[in-house]
């Protein structure tokens, strides 16, 4: 059965710190890993990871992909209380279904 | 402007009755999903349609059902056979087969 894991379930910070989320899956033939960040309600895209190895950036979050150990990260350095929120991962697996870990609430203290 | 609309976004309901939420795209992306998310549960899959008049269910499809006539259109309808459908309810689109989910602003329904 395809599923996707996320640890920690949740993480309290302050200001400053650097947090690093992490999402493991099993699925058959994989295609794509994607982050997401959840405040209020839409789901808001951050990251479309296909291949090992390459980081991807954007301001102060990143993010990188392990085909072989079947897991990614996302870091998030010099954390600000608007990155509180529930980040999602989701994985594609060769069907136009996307499959969701349950998520790691992050709440950044001032 | 470009989106995904989902309406209303407060839903109540009595035990028993059917109801129908609308989520209505000008993205003109050809898949569909319904998600439903729980608190600790993640999003799970009900419904996704592929292209207009073709739909097939997700891992928690039953008390649930939909229609794709239109492009822009799916409405999901719950069903008073759905045990425990309070729940927040998203609707999300994507253009191909490997490009990103996009997802209205939900609807949460409460049936009491």
């Known amino acids: 059965e395809d599923k996707v894991v996320q640890s920690p379930l949740s993480l309290v910070v302050h200001e400053g710190d650097t947090v690093t989320l992490n999402c493991s899956y099993e699925v058959t033939n994989f295609r794509s890993l994607l982050w997401y960040k959840q405040e209020k309600k839409a789901p808001t895209f951050l990251f479309m990871l296909?291949?090992?190895?390459i980081e991807k950036k954007s301001g102060r979050l990143s993010s990188i992909l392990d085909k072989k150990e079947l897991f990614s990260i996302l870091n998030i350095t010099a954390t600000q209380t608007g990155d509180s929120a529930v980040y999602l991962c989701?994985?594609?697996?060769?069907?136009?279904?996307?499959?969701f870990g349950t998520g790691t609430r992050l709440k950044v203290l001032a | 402007d470009g989106g995904i609309t989902q309406s209303p976004k407060y839903l109540f309901r009595k035990e028993g009755q059917n109801v129908t939420l609308s989520c209505e795209q000008n993205?003109?992306?050809?898949?569909m999903y319904w998600y439903r998310q729980d608190p600790g549960q993640g999003l799970r899959l009900i419904y996704y349609?592929?292209?207009?008049?073709?739909?097939q269910k997700g891992d928690i499809a039953e008390g649930y059902s939909v229609s794709r006539e239109k492009k822009e259109s799916f409405p999901l309808t719950v069903t008073s056979a759905q045990k425990n459908p309070t729940a927040f309810y998203l609707c999300?689109?994507?253009?191909?087969?490997?490009?990103?989910?996009?997802f209205g602003n939900g609807t949460r329904l409460t049936v009491t």
């Open positions: 999300a689109t994507a253009d191909s087969y490997n490009s990103p989910l996009h």
């Open positions: 989701a994985v594609k697996p060769g069907t136009y279904k996307y499959i």
């Open positions: 993205l003109n992306h050809d898949a």
């Open positions: 349609s592929q292209i207009v008049n073709d739909f």
């Open positions: 296909t291949s090992s190895g």
